[in-house]
T-cell receptor
Framework: AAGVIQSPRHLIKEKRETATLKCYPIPRHDTVYWYQQGPGQDPQFLISFYEKMQSDKGSIPDRFSAQQFSDYHSELNMSSLELGDSALYFC??????????FGPGTRLTVL | AQKVTQAQTEISVVEKEDVTLDCVYETRDTTYYLFWYKQPPSGELVFLIRRNSFDEQNEISGRYSWNFQKSTSSFNFTITASQVVDSAVYFCALRVAGGTSYGKLTFGQGTILTVHP
């Protein structure tokens, strides 16, 4: 069965650079969620989209923005990267707010 | 606001021992879902179980069992006859149904389980 796809799987950036993380949900899923998991931490909800509209927002920094496109894939854009942004970023998808299926995550390292 | 607390930060056992991971949650919503996820060293989040707030029936799946007690707001997870492959971080999570928080998962801090041969 198709799963959630995230790209890239690993990303290394310098401070103050910009990063774009992509998420391709399971086919026919209409809701996408983004979570950030710092080292030794639990995943923290950042933002979600339902039918291409933002549906909920968590503790997402103003330097981050996200959107969901017409094909339901989503991108998380992160600007002015800081050392503290180094984390594992998960995308999850669901159908109409149901069960969330997680992607493998993107490991972002900011040097 | 929702909150999930996992009292044990780390647990270390020897193979074949039984181990219970505790989870306590807080929510004012009457309809909610509880989850357990496993995060092995490779980093992915593996779904283990979902329970809704109206179903207090305990569940067993192989060596895994879950005890949901609404009266104490607890959703504990037991691994029977633990194996080295069970070594991972385990997260308990909560999701409410409806309202502005619809869909988002609130995770506990995680319990690091190490099973020694």
């Amino acid at each position: 069965a198709a799963g959630v796809i995230q790209s890239p799987r690993h990303l290394i950036k310098e401070k103050r650079e910009t990063a774009t993380l992509k998420c391709y949900p399971i086919p026919r899923h209409d809701t996408v969620y983004w979570y950030q998991q710092g080292p030794g931490q639990d995943p923290q909800f950042l933002i979600s989209f339902y039918e291409k509209m933002q549906s909920d927002k968590g503790s997402i920094p103003d330097r981050f923005s996200a959107q969901q496109f017409s094909d339901y894939h989503s991108e998380l854009n992160m600007s002015s990267l800081e050392l503290g942004d180094s984390a594992l970023y998960f995308c999850a998808s669901s159908f109409q707010g149901g069960e969330q299926f997680f992607g493998p995550g993107t490991r972002l390292t900011v040097l | 606001a929702q909150k999930v607390t996992q009292a044990q930060t780390e647990i270390s056992v020897v193979e074949k021992e039984d181990v219970t991971l505790d989870c306590v949650y807080e929510t004012r919503d009457t309809t909610y879902y509880l989850f357990w996820y496993k995060q092995p060293p490779s980093g992915e989040l593996v779904f283990l179980i979902r329970r809704n707030s109206f179903d207090e029936q305990n569940e067993i799946s192989g060596r895994y069992s879950w005890n949901f007690q609404k009266s104490t707001s607890s959703f504990n997870f037991t691994i029977t006859a633990s194996q080295v492959v069970d070594s991972a971080v385990y997260f308990c999570a909560l999701r409410v149904a409806g309202g502005t928080s619809y869909g988002k998962l609130t995770f506990g801090q995680g319990t690091i389980l190490t099973v020694h041969p």
